[in-house]
Nanobody
């Protein structure tokens, strides 16, 4: 059972990155899968999540209109397209999966406690 992230890196403000999260070892469409991030000295926060069974999505307010989450169920992969990046987006981004299709863990305080499966994280650095 694992999630493997890729796609992080260093980008200038205003630039774009696409993160990928490849899932294996579990039934992909039984889970909501999404992204948390954690900046130095800050609590881990939900960024975006998708229901892999019906496509419902959630975005935190600060990324709405800039980030797009999508799911390719044939490839067991979730993507996060990040555009118009800002220095405040700098963080380690973690892919996470929670059984069931509820999206709440991504928008409640401390919700990072609930997803059962986590990736290793990928660093996104946005320079000003």
């Amino acid at each position: 059972v694992q999630l493997v992230e890729s796609g992080g890196g260093l980008v200038q403000a205003g630039g774009s990155l696409r993160l990928s999260c490849a899932a294996s070892g579990f039934t992909f469409d039984d889970y909501a899968i999404g992204w948390f991030r954690q900046a130095p000295g800050k609590e881990r926060e939900g960024v975006s999540v998708i229901s892999t069974s019906d496509g419902r999505t959630y975005y935190r307010n600060s990324v709405k209109g800039r980030f797009t989450i999508s799911s390719d169920n044939a490839k067991n992969t979730v993507y996060l397209e990040m555009n118009s990046l800002k220095p405040d987006d700098t963080a380690v981004y973690y892919c996470a999966a929670e059984r069931g299709q509820g999206l709440g863990s991504w928008y409640i305080i401390g919700g990072y406690r609930y997803p059962e499966i986590w990736g290793q994280g990928t660093l996104v650095t946005v320079s000003s």
